[in-house]
């Protein structure tokens, strides 16, 4: 019995390890294909700096987002229609197997949309892709007849494979394994942070290949103070309501998301739509790293009005896209509407609390709401950390606005 447990266990690390390996080479892929599709349509490359295409022609943002939208409407149309639908990672689980092409046409199609302009995050291509090598996997281990792994052992490395696909394309170890354990698995131990941990720390160094380590938004070099915890009290209720209304929205969406013909012109519409508002706001298109870093970077009052009109489009836009057809990851157009929240707040209270910078406001706005809109406390609070290079003084601030948006949201929830 311990010799069989000892075998199981050399298999888990094994698989661990190649995993890793493959995942964070997915994820690199990936990351080299949005680039691509970015400079092809878009005519740009985005970076922390530039993370919007303000330099391109308001009219080839048009094009590209409306292009895009027609190609993936009859791409999703195909897929879920004429052949054998893609699976979701829960129903994976739950022990339905994930078809392989199919399942990669499904990614890529994600990351192009979220390239050409599509209004939807690129989080969720990833982490599908980890969850689908994790079950082919776990299949060739049996066409082998290596030990068998214990069923919850194969959902680990499911979630594990999951969460070091977002570890992957993020640069963020400890994000990857708590949206394994604590979004995914729900089940927090040495063992399962162990497997976790380690995948997604060779997915992100293997990710980092192509991009290196820098942070995804650029902020600002102060430290948090103890002022900062005025904000928060004001701040973080405000949020919690927000992410809790962003996620029954996103919710709705995707209870009534388009997957039947209609798609193909639901869709199209969408991305008309939303390439007509990116003429004059270029910062609608994409996943929300252009909106969130443009109030990261907001110092003159003017944006208010741009940053509250910005965050309301983005939560149309992004909801409508879901619904229209579109799948995608709802993380990063949370922070965007959390960090044009936070630093709207801040712009207002700015008389009252010198001491604290906008870039702060921002980035505490968007890690409360994400918290809220996830019901994910702990991957909130070290996503932030991890894409944004936070430094130990935003530790405290940022989990204390988190417990109090993550209590408003849940009340909100329950109701």
Same mark, same amino acid.
């Given at each position: 019995?311990?010799?069989?447990?000892?075998?199981?266990?050399?298999?888990?690390?094994?698989?661990?390890?190649?995993?890793?390996?493959?995942?964070?080479?997915?994820?690199?892929?990936?990351?080299?294909?949005?680039?691509?599709?970015?400079?092809?349509?878009?005519?740009?490359?985005?970076?922390?700096?530039?993370?919007?295409?303000?330099?391109?022609?308001?009219?080839?943002?048009?094009?590209?987002?409306?292009?895009?939208?027609?190609?993936?409407?009859?791409?999703?149309? !195909?897929?879920?229609?004429?052949?054998?639908?893609?699976?979701?990672?829960?129903?994976?689980?739950?022990?339905?197997?994930?078809? !392989?092409?199919?399942?990669?046409?499904?990614?890529?199609?994600?990351?192009?949309?979220?390239?050409?302009?599509?209004?939807?995050?690129?989080?969720?291509?990833?982490?599908?892709?980890?969850?689908?090598?994790?079950?082919?996997?776990?299949?060739?281990?049996?066409?082998?007849?290596?030990?068998?792994?214990?069923?919850?052992?194969?959902?680990?490395?499911?979630?594990?494979?999951?969460?070091?696909?977002?570890?992957?394309?993020?640069?963020?170890?400890?994000?990857?394994?708590?949206?394994?354990?604590?979004?995914?698995?729900?089940?927090?131990?040495?063992?399962?942070?162990?497997?976790?941990?380690?995948?997604?720390?060779?997915?992100?160094?293997?990710?980092?290949?192509?991009?290196?380590?820098? +942070?995804?938004?650029?902020?600002?070099?102060?430290?948090?103070?103890?002022?900062?915890?005025?904000?928060?009290?004001?701040?973080? +209720?405000?949020?919690?309501?927000?992410?809790?209304?962003?996620?029954?929205?996103?919710?709705?969406?995707?209870?009534?998301?388009?997957?039947?013909?209609?798609?193909?012109?639901?869709?199209?519409?969408?991305?008309?739509?939303?390439?007509?508002?990116?003429?004059?706001?270029?910062?609608?298109?994409?996943?929300?790293?252009?909106?969130?870093?443009?109030?990261?970077?907001?110092?003159?009052?003017?944006?208010?009005?741009?940053?509250?009109?910005?965050?309301?489009?983005?939560?149309?836009?992004?909801?409508?896209?879901?619904?229209?057809?579109?799948?995608?990851?709802?993380?990063?157009?949370?922070?965007?509407?959390?960090?044009?929240?936070?630093?709207?707040?801040? !712009?207002?209270?700015?008389?009252?609390?010198?001491?604290?910078?906008?870039?702060?406001?921002?980035?505490?706005?968007?890690?409360?709401?994400?918290?809220?809109?996830?019901?994910?406390?702990?991957?909130?609070?070290?996503?932030?950390?991890?894409?944004?290079?936070?430094?130990?003084?935003?530790?405290?601030?940022?989990?204390?606005?988190?417990?109090?948006?993550?209590?408003?949201?849940?009340?909100?929830?329950?109701?």
């Amino acid at each position: 019995m311990a010799f069989d447990r000892y075998k199981k266990n050399i298999v888990l690390a094994i698989s661990t390890i190649a995993l890793g390996l493959i995942v964070g080479l997915s994820s690199m892929l990936l990351g080299l294909f949005l680039d691509l599709i970015e400079r092809l349509f878009l005519r740009y490359e985005e970076t922390a700096s530039i993370p919007a295409p303000v330099g391109t022609m308001p009219t080839d943002r048009l094009f590209s987002v409306v292009i895009g939208a027609m190609i993936v409407a009859v791409i999703w149309w !195909f897929l879920r229609t004429k052949t054998k639908a893609p699976v979701s990672i829960k129903k994976a689980l739950n022990g339905e197997q994930m078809p !392989f092409w199919q399942t990669v046409l499904h990614v890529i199609t994600q990351i192009f949309f979220v390239g050409t302009g599509g209004s939807i995050g690129r989080e969720l291509a990833p982490r599908e892709a980890g969850a689908l090598f994790a079950q082919k996997w776990d299949n060739l281990l049996r066409k082998l007849h290596v030990p068998a792994l214990s069923q919850s052992d194969r959902r680990l490395l499911m979630t594990a494979a999951a969460g070091a696909g977002f570890a992957g394309i993020y640069i963020a170890p400890f994000t990857g394994m708590l949206f394994s354990v604590e979004v995914l698995l729900k089940k927090l131990t040495l063992r399962t942070v162990a497997v976790s941990l380690t995948m997604s720390t060779i997915a992100m160094f293997v990710g980092s290949l192509a991009k290196g380590f820098q +942070p995804y938004y650029l902020i600002g070099d102060a430290k948090f103070s103890l002022i900062s915890f005025v904000l928060i009290f004001i701040l973080a +209720p405000i949020t919690g309501i927000a992410g809790a209304l962003f996620r029954k929205l996103c919710q709705w969406a995707e209870g009534h998301q388009t997957k039947n013909n209609q798609i193909l012109w639901q869709l199209p519409t969408m991305g008309l739509i939303t390439g007509l508002i990116a003429l004059t706001f270029p910062e609608i298109m994409g996943n929300g790293r252009s909106l969130a870093q443009l109030a990261i970077s907001s110092s003159n009052q003017k944006m208010m009005m741009i940053l509250l009109i910005g965050g309301m489009l983005k939560v149309v836009v992004t909801a409508l896209t879901i619904r229209a057809g579109a799948s995608g990851g709802t993380l990063t157009p949370a922070i965007a509407i959390g960090a044009a929240i936070g630093a709207i707040l801040g !712009f207002m209270l700015m008389p009252w609390l010198p001491a604290v910078s906008i870039w702060q406001c921002a980035i505490i706005g968007a890690g409360t709401l994400l918290a809220a809109s996830q019901q994910a406390p702990f991957m909130a609070m070290f996503m932030l950390i991890e894409i944004c290079h936070l430094g130990s003084s935003a530790l405290l601030p940022m989990g204390f606005g988190i417990l109090i948006a993550t209590v408003v949201s849940k009340k909100i929830l329950s109701d």
